[in-house]
């Protein structure tokens, strides 16, 4: 008989970026609140995304430790920086395994590579040195206490080559960037037909049928109710679509999607995505 098994979400609370210059409502640059997700059994678990700052690696260590498991993996949904940054720092620490599929790997070494020129121009400092140490899961699946935690390849969402994680036996799903919930979603990488293959990620998440489901990047008053979160992806992307068609510029995009959005957290993605699809 399998073991017990639960999950518990960390929340990293924005965190500033090293831009002078507001976003066009007024706010500072800002990054988004983020997710990272502990599943455990009786004595072991899992971690899904670790965060990127070495105070937000510090936050989630004695949060780890506080729950009293053996922590035997790190699994990575994507390659985007803030996701896995700190993933060797913990791995060390708790001698757990980290694992990613081979195209969040080659995204993962792209970042690596841009570190000097994005992310460590906007977090000065806040970085610690970074490495790609992941291996492919075994029969893309982690074995918990008897437990399997699907790995299910998802295509492009915002960005390349992502992954979610599927736990069965939870009706759960650790779905990454797939999936938003209550933050503004990232669009920069969304041009040539990106908003529709993210369109097809949404819904190989909803084949899943999961009852919950860990958005990446999640307003922590919200719950993890999987068809809430689904729908309004969903509905976010169609906005978009309808909304790019209908303005030429940035700033008129970013107004348009703030009036359907105004409790939306972080406009900066918002502004980050339109400055990059409407050039």
Known sequence: MAAYLGYDVFIAEPIPQNVPDPVPNGDHYMWSPQSTTLIYGDHDAVLVDPPFTTEQARDVSTWVQASGKHLTHIFITHGHGDHWFTAGVLADQFGAEVVATPGTIDLMHRHVAMRQTV??????????ATKVTATPP?????????????VVEVGHSDTD???VLHVPDLAL??????????VHQYLAE?????????????GIVESLNPRSVVAGHKNKELDDAGPRTISETRDYLHNAEELLARHTTALEFFNAMIERYPDRLNPTA???GATALCR
């Open 119 to 128: 992310w460590d121009r906007l977090f000065p400092g806040q970085i610690p």
């Open 138 to 150: 075994e029969d893309h699946q982690i074995l918990l206490e008897g437990h399997s935690l699907r």
């Open 161 to 163: 080559d992502t992954t």
């Open 173 to 182: 799903v650790v779905a990454g960037d797939v999936i938003y919930n209550g």
């Open 190 to 202: 969304s041009a040539g037909g990106g908003l529709q293959q993210w369109l097809e990620a949404v």
């Open 270 to 272: 918002l502004w980050m």
